[in-house]
């Protein structure tokens, strides 16, 4: 720990990080449950909806020049379309939720407390506005019998529920991205987990 730094940035100084900030999503995600297949160009677009927003957040850790995990928030009305679906389809008020983005880390820098410190510094920065009733965020589905999950596969469910955030099967949208070693895009089932701020 002693040789990692953090940084945070908000709004459109996130832009700043796109490079290292989308190498880091394209490493993490391409692990089950995600395999995903990700491109440069891709990741600078989607994060191009953080760096619109004055109220989104971005909070890194650094191993020097290297940045080794990632966590970002937004508020949910000025996330993407499909994203907000499932609230607006259910009647939330949108203006209240604070939506979670990507928590990531590199495996060897896990099991240091990082992932704690995620969820920390963004439920403090949603808290800061004096507005947010509600963290939420989503996480993708996999059958049980997929043929890529690891033996010792571990899902994130006890986790975050010690953090204090609830599943809700109700909540759901549909994501698509090429699994790897894949060119097309599939669409994948995501459910959304919320708790009280």
């Known amino acids: 720990m002693q040789s990692l730094s953090f940084q945070t940035k908000r709004g459109r100084k996130i832009e700043s990080v796109f490079d290292g900030l989308a190498a880091l999503r394209i490493a993490v995600f391409r692990d089950f449950p995600y395999l995903y297949e990700g491109t440069i160009e891709y990741e600078k677009t989607y994060l191009e909806t953080y760096a619109r927003s004055d109220r989104s957040f971005l ?98 469910d006890a986790f975050w529920i010690k953090r204090g955030y609830k599943k809700e099967p109700s909540l759901r949208s549909t994501m698509e991205w090429p699994d790897v070693g894949e060119e097309v895009s599939t669409p994948k089932p995501m459910v959304y987990w919320m708790r009280e701020l």
Request: glycine share 8%; hydrophobic share 35%; proline share 8%.
């Open 59 to 156: 909070f890194a850790v650094y191993d020097g020049p290297k940045m080794v995990g990632a966590t970002t928030c937004i508020p949910l009305q000025d996330e993407t379309a499909e994203v907000r679906k499932p609230f607006e389809t259910s009647d939330f008020d949108l203006t209240t939720l604070f939506y979670f983005g990507e928590s990531i880390l590199l495996p060897e820098y896990r099991g240091l407390g990082l992932g704690h410190r995620f969820f920390d510094e963004r439920e403090a920065h949603a808290q800061s506005f004096g507005t947010f009733k509600t963290a939420c965020f989503c996480a993708v589905e996999r059958p049980e019998d997929h043929p890529a999950k690891p033996a010792d596969y571990r899902p994130n």
